[in-house]
């Protein structure tokens, strides 16, 4: 059974930073294209960013592209999304993700077919 847990959420003021952390287990992590997605209250689940199976390809959301860096361990099987200058807007539950299916980098909800339970991270002013 696959699982993906993720960690490292919270309370940050604007401008500052956080680390999320997603714990896969279950599955062949190396095989497995992951992404970050986020929701935010009455907002559909969006993409933040994806990376490659071996980390050397990532894909961002233009709008996030200057400010958060996905990266990954395949030793560890953990995923990872650093989060810098954050903003109130960024405030919502991330979800991490995994496709076994496909080598390229989906943007696309229907495209993952693994996802965490889910983490809150609230900017604060």
């Known amino acids: 059974q696959v699982h993906l847990v993720e960690s490292g959420g919270g309370l940050v003021e604007t401008g500052g930073s956080l680390r999320l952390s997603c714990a896969a287990s279950g599955l062949t992590f190396s095989s497995a294209v992951m992404a970050w997605f986020r929701q935010a209250p009455g907002k559909e689940r969006e993409f933040v960013a994806a990376?490659?199976?071996?980390?050397?390809?990532?894909y961002y959301s233009d709008s996030r592209r200057d400010r958060f860096t996905i990266s990954r361990d395949n030793a560890k099987a953990t995923v990872y999304l650093q989060m810098n200058v954050l903003k109130l807007e960024d405030t919502a539950v991330y979800y991490c993700a995994a496709d076994l299916s496909r080598l390229r980098l989906g943007i696309r909800v229907s495209e993952y077919y693994y996802w965490g339970q889910g983490i809150q991270v609230t900017v604060s002013s």
């Open positions: 990376i490659s199976r071996t980390g050397g390809d990532t």
